[in-house]
């Protein structure tokens, strides 16, 4: 048994041998085929337009190989650009696991391809885009997002009807047309896409305004207008006049044009809802207070700034008032501590403590306010492209609670009309007239018979007036009756100054709050210095010769110590609501408790024996001043105060002339670090002596408690010597052809020289 046993083993021994020689020799089998990945198509449906939508585009690879996916439209290939698709109607960003987030921009439909591809093999299927719910002006709404459009500006209809106009009065048709086709040859290349506010990368982030609510304290408020009754709190707006049956509803009884039914449409016209336009932050809530006007009620100045009584409780939601409304006479409005407490209430006191924000119109006095005539033409202002009218003239303007905001164009640069100041904090789109450049598209008083829009709106009845009513169509299409666009005439294109650049404003502060509700107004203040973009970057300096002096009245963007770029012209910049957003949603900063120091200086500015320091006529080096913080303080804020006599600082001498003193009066302020900020440029409308409110007129004075306002040195350490240069920039006297509202016949330079009587200091800011 044991041999068979040993034999049986051996021979399988030798037949497995064999077979394991034998398997060289044999085929090998086949490798497994490699499978192409699937696609599926993709419906992308329920969009809002500028709102992301998200999913997941269906492809797999059986064999688990890497798949990447290409995308074509009409079929030309798309590429990415920093991980964006961007295609006719929107923009896509795609995620390593195939999730994708899609924005539809233009609010159309569209079809798009794509390909997965794995190791060499393809599938091709389609992501059908439905077209998105939005709104049908919202794509001239050039501020929210710009594109290059037009607004209804630079119409067609509007050039045949120059033409039309120029060959009447004699030109040949060929004269005319060139002409006119060379202004808006001119005009069209200011029409600069990207120049907005960001607010589509606001929505990006999942924020449009819920959760917060804006006060429009103004000429009025539509709360029955149809794109604005949504967010309006039913019974919590107030009309302020005193005579009023219906204390609810501050609607205007105007026919031909509501300012502040305007004003709230650019702040929170209602969203998505196939209406007009929409707002900044088209999902906050609205309160509106009808300001402006004669007969008030004894508590008005209380109610619009949230007092007990108001209806607004300490704890409310109110995040931001909105004031487009301001002074214009020429002259420096002495300071009043007393509306610097009634004016602060709101960030002091409301929201829990934590502040609402106002937000205020710089003014629209650039290049001329009126009642000044014509000496801001005269003088050299306007041809050296200075402003006329320094925003920091309105008291209101100079404190750190108000947030002085001025306008820009589609082309990112300076209005025509912005007043400038160190005093303002941001700037916002705003545009001009709405004929040769675009203005804002918003919400107007309803039906023809009322508002900008419509028979009786004030422009369309004074042009149709003068020139008739088919040359006033032809050059406001849009807001004439009749328009397809606007067949109800419940919307305007013409709206502007910095009357809209601070409700614009005011969206972006909503949307900031939004995102983040535990902010104070401090950190708003500060998310809207840092986030803000440097519009028109090469803005240049403005000099002028004072002797054989060069002296800098205008100094461009200037980089604080504290890495802040400012400028008179915009502040800190364009606010940019994608990046305060962002910024908001991550904060961490903590500014600690306001500290506002005492007002520290020398004579009459700080209740002591007036000084009695002259300032050199036309004289470069001026008269300089210092004064030491001792407190270590991280500037927010600086305010600058003085009294400066004239003795021919009156209402005019004998031969009916004024003194130059006010207009060639110049300051320029040095902090501890270096930084320079002009809160005084000279060639400014100060015609008139100074004028207090609580006192009256102030002869003999070009400044009587002037308070001046920087927001130059923001993130300073304020601790140090503060020097004041103050200077008289002139000895030139001149005729004018408009003597103003005090009928002028021109300005003598001053023989005798100004005099300082009182300068003190005031930081505004944290402990470092």
């Known amino acids: 048994m044991k041999k068979n046993n040993l034999k049986l083993s051996v021979l399988s021994t030798a037949i497995l041998l064999t077979l394991a020689g034998c398997v060289d020799s044999d085929p090998k089998p086949e490798p497994k085929a490699d499978s192409a990945p699937t696609a599926s198509n993709v419906t992308v449906t329920g969009l809002k337009q500028w709102v992301p939508s998200t999913g997941t585009i269906n492809t797999r690879d059986a064999d688990n190989d890497a798949i990447t996916l290409t995308f074509s439209e009409n079929g030309e290939e798309v590429t990415a650009e920093n991980g964006v698709y961007t295609f006719s109607n929107g923009v896509l960003e795609l995620n390593s696991d195939m999730s994708y987030s899609f924005i539809s921009l233009t609010g159309e439909s569209a079809e798009i391809e794509y390909t997965a591809t794995a190791n060499g093999k393809s599938a091709t299927a389609k992501i059908m885009v439905d077209a998105a719910m939005g709104d049908p002006l919202i794509n001239q709404q050039w501020h929210l997002r710009n594109t290059g459009q037009k607004a209804y500006a630079l119409s067609d209809e509007m050039k045949e009807g120059l033409i039309t106009l120029y060959v009447s009065f004699g030109e040949t048709e060929e004269e005319a047309r060139a002409k006119v086709e060379g202004w808006f040859e001119e005009d069209e290349a200011k029409l600069i896409a990207g120049e907005d506010m960001n607010v589509v990368g606001a929505y990006k982030q999942g924020v449009t305004g819920a959760g917060v609510t804006a006060v429009v304290v103004d000429s009025g408020l539509e709360i029955r207008h149809e794109d604005l009754e949504p967010n309006v709190i039913p019974n919590r707006s107030l009309n302020l006049n005193d005579g009023a049956l219906d204390k609810t509803d501050p609607t205007s009884t105007s026919i031909s044009g509501d300012h502040g039914t305007s004003v709230a449409g650019l702040i929170a016209a209602k969203g998505w809802n196939g209406l007009g336009g929409q707002g900044v932050s088209p999902d906050t809530n609205l309160i509106g207070m009808n300001y402006l006007g004669s007969g008030k009620v004894e508590q008005t100045e209380y109610l619009i700034h949230g007092f007990p009584g108001s209806g607004i409780g300490a704890n409310d939601n109110v995040g931001v008032f909105n004031r487009s409304y301001g002074l214009g006479w020429p002259t420096h409005f002495g300071y009043s501590e007393l509306d610097e407490a009634i004016e602060s209430y709101p960030n002091l006191m409301l929201r829990g403590g934590k502040g609402a924000l106002t937000m205020k119109s710089a003014g629209n006095s650039f290049e001329d306010d009126r009642n000044e005539g014509s000496v801001c033409s005269e003088n050299g202002a306007n041809d050296l492209g200075l402003t006329c009218y320094n ?315 002037g308070v001046f306002l920087s927001n130059a040195f923001y993130g300073e350490s304020g601790m140090g010597e503060w020097t004041i240069r103050i200077l008289d920039t002139s000895a030139e006297s001149f005729a004018t052809a408009d003597g103003g509202a005090m009928g002028y016949l021109g300005y003598a330079n001053n023989v005798t020289e100004s005099i300082l009587e009182g300068i003190a200091v005031r930081a505004y800011g944290h402990e470092k």
């Open 391 to 705: 925003a920091s003239f309105e008291p209101s303007q100079v404190h750190p609670y108000y947030l002085s905001v001025a306008a820009v164009n589609t082309d990112g640069k300076h209005t025509s009309y912005s007043a400038a100041g160190a005093n303002v904090f941001v700037s916002a789109p705003s545009g001009e007239y709405g004929r040769y450049a675009p203005a804002m598209v918003t919400t107007d008083q309803m039906t023809c018979l009322s508002g900008y829009s419509g028979f009786n709106g004030g422009t369309i009845a004074a042009w149709s007036n003068f020139y008739g009513a088919d040359f006033a169509a032809s050059q406001f299409p849009f807001n004439y009756p009749g328009h397809e666009d606007n067949a109800s005439c419940n919307y305007t294109s013409t709206f502007n100054g910095t009357s809209s650049a601070a409700p614009n404003a005011s969206g972006v502060v909503s949307l900031i709050l939004s995102a983040n509700p535990s902010l104070t107004w401090r950190d708003v203040k500060h998310i809207l210095a840092a986030t803000s973009t440097m519009n028109d970057p090469e803005n240049e300096a403005i000099s002028f010769m004072i002797g054989e002096t060069e002296f800098v009245a205008h100094q461009g963007w200037v980089e604080n110590a504290a890495g802040f770029y400012f400028n008179n012209l915009y502040g800190f910049g364009r606010v940019n609501a994608g990046d305060a957003v962002a910024m908001a949603k991550s904060y961490d900063k903590d500014l600690g408790e306001q500290v506002i120091t005492e007002w520290i200086g020398a004579g009459s500015a700080v209740d002591e024996a007036a000084m009695a320091s002259a300032i050199p006529d036309n004289n470069a080096e001026g008269l300089t001043y210092k004064i030491e913080i001792t407190e270590d303080i991280a500037v927010e804020a600086m305010q600058f105060k003085f009294d400066i006599f004239s003795a021919e600082m009156g209402y005019g001498d004998a031969n009916g002339n004024q003194t130059t003193a006010g207009m060639d009066l110049a300051i320029e302020v040095t902090s501890p670090s270096g930084t320079k900020s002009m809160i005084l440029s000279s060639k400014q409308a100060i015609t008139y002596p100074s004028y207090s409110f609580e006192n009256g007129e102030q002869p003999g004075y070009i400044l009587k408690d």
